[in-house]
Each structure stands twice: as C-alpha cells, then as structure tokens.
C-alpha cells in the first residue's frame, strides 16, 4: 500500500502563488507515476498536471498550461505541483494520484492511489 498527503492549499488572491506538495510513504519499491487533478465546486474532476514514472515527461491540462509545474524530489517521494498567477476559476480541491496502470495519465480511473485532497480558493 501506498499513502500520499496532499499540503500546501489555502487562500491566495488572484495572481498569487502556492505550491502544493504531495507526499508518498508506504510500499514504494520504484518511483511512481503521479498526477494531479482537481474538482471546482459542482465541477467534474479535471486532468491538471501528470509526471512519468522515470521523472522525464510532463503533461499538463489546457486550462494551466504555461502556469503551472510538476516536479519530483526523489530523495523525498515527493511531487510538487508549483502554481503560479492563479486565477478564481483554479479554486479547487486539489487531488494527488499515483501508479497509473493505463499510462494514460491523464485519466483518473487508471491511478491506483489518491491523496485525502487539499484546498485551494483564488479571490478575484
């Protein structure tokens, strides 16, 4: 079994900054492909940001594409997701994933662990 903690949401202002971190503990023999994703108030689940198992490739949905950073530190197990000039439409719970099956990472069904998700709310 694996654990992961999601940290780092809270209350920022449009353009502001946060960078949510998502801890992995537990049965972790390989570094796991992780993703994140999250869900608006009366939204469905949206693809956000992914990171390959080997720590190479990096996909980002649409809607954070140029704003947006995932990235890992191995010696922690744990991914980050840097979130820069936030806008009112990213509040969100902010969910972490990992070990996709599928290797489609931008989809939630394939991913075999999840965070307990950690808030986000941009004021405009």
């Known amino acids: 079994q694996v654990q992961l903690v999601e940290s780092g949401g809270g209350l920022v202002q449009a353009g502001d900054s946060l960078r949510l971190s998502c801890a992995a503990s537990g049965r972790i023999s390989n570094y796991l492909s992780t993703g994140w994703f999250r869900q608006g108030p009366g939204k469905e689940r949206e693809f956000v940001a992914a990171?390959?198992?080997?720590?190479?490739?990096?996909l980002y949905g649409d809607s954070v594409k140029g704003r947006f950073t995932i990235s890992r530190e191995n010696t922690k197990n744990t991914v980050f997701l840097q979130m820069n000039d936030l806008k009112s439409e990213d509040t969100a719970v902010y969910y972490c994933a990992a070990d996709s099956k599928s290797g489609r990472l931008w989809e939630s069904e394939g991913y075999n662990y999840w965070g307990q998700g950690t808030q986000v709310t941009v004021s405009s």
């Open positions: 990171l390959s198992r080997n720590g190479v490739s990096t």
